[in-house]
């Protein structure tokens, strides 16, 4: 089955522990991107990757980092949590484009104390 | 900038039809996007049109484009609580220096049986 899987699910943390979510796709496909959702903002994209080692900003990329060591993994990276990241995060994938209709993982629910 | 924006909340009854409604303020989009977000679940690629057209139908959805008045509207026929979700209109800038995709703040479509 082709999918988007995020892991964990849930995550409650505590500020400044370093914490990795990971993406990842079975698609074969080359864009993928982080997205954070949270109440009356809609989706906002964190980072967004064309292909493997190539990575860029999107418009929220500040207090988090991600790697694209290999074309189906895509981790979201908190080296220092702040409560302003708890949010709602959704990686994505496309065949497309970075932002070409997307394939969605189920999300991660991040609370940071 | 770019800004896309939708009404909060919509409430039909079940075999009625639903008009999902979206503004936007750039024009310079190359596609604009429905996606469905169910509970608990991440988003959905419900369908999509050019921006260079004006109408799309795919079985219940119909998508119209009105470029003038920059409005996209999503028309879903005989509505079941199946279709009960929060639906996001998004809008997508791909080509040259410019990767972006912009999302609405969602809307919830409650389908009362």
């Known amino acids: 089955e082709a999918q988007v899987t995020q892991n964990p699910r849930y995550l409650i943390t505590v500020t400044g522990k370093k914490l990795t979510v990971t993406c990842s796709q079975n698609m074969n496909h080359e864009y993928m991107s982080w997205y954070r959702q949270d109440p009356g903002l809609g989706l906002r994209q964190i980072y967004y990757?064309?292909?493997?080692?190539?990575?860029d900003k999107g418009d929220v990329p500040e207090g988090y980092k991600v790697s694209r060591k290999e074309k189906r993994n895509f981790p979201l990276i908190l080296e220092s949590p702040s409560p302003n990241q708890t949010s709602l995060y959704f990686c994505?994938?496309?065949?497309?484009?970075?932002?070409?209709?997307?394939?969605f993982g189920s999300g991660t629910q991040l609370s940071v104390l | 900038g770019e800004d896309v924006e939708q009404s909060l909340f919509l409430s039909v009854r079940e075999g009625d039809s639903s008009v999902i409604n979206c503004t936007y303020t750039d024009s310079s989009s190359t596609y604009l996007y429905w996606y469905k977000q169910e509970p608990g679940a991440g988003l959905q690629l419900l369908t999509y049109i050019f921006s260079n057209m004006d109408m799309k139908q795919d079985q219940r959805l119909t998508v119209l484009l009105n470029k003038k008045d920059k409005h996209l509207s999503l028309r879903i026929a005989d509505t079941q609580t199946g279709d009960s979700a929060i639906y996001f209109c998004?809008?997508?800038?791909?080509?040259?220096?410019?990767?972006?995709?912009?999302f609405g703040t969602g809307t919830l479509l409650a389908v009362q049986p």
């Open positions: 990757s064309m292909n493997v080692e190539v990575t």
């Open positions: 998004a809008e997508s800038f791909s080509g040259g220096a410019t990767n972006k995709l912009i």
């Open positions: 994505a994938s496309s065949l497309q484009g970075p932002n070409e209709k997307l394939f």
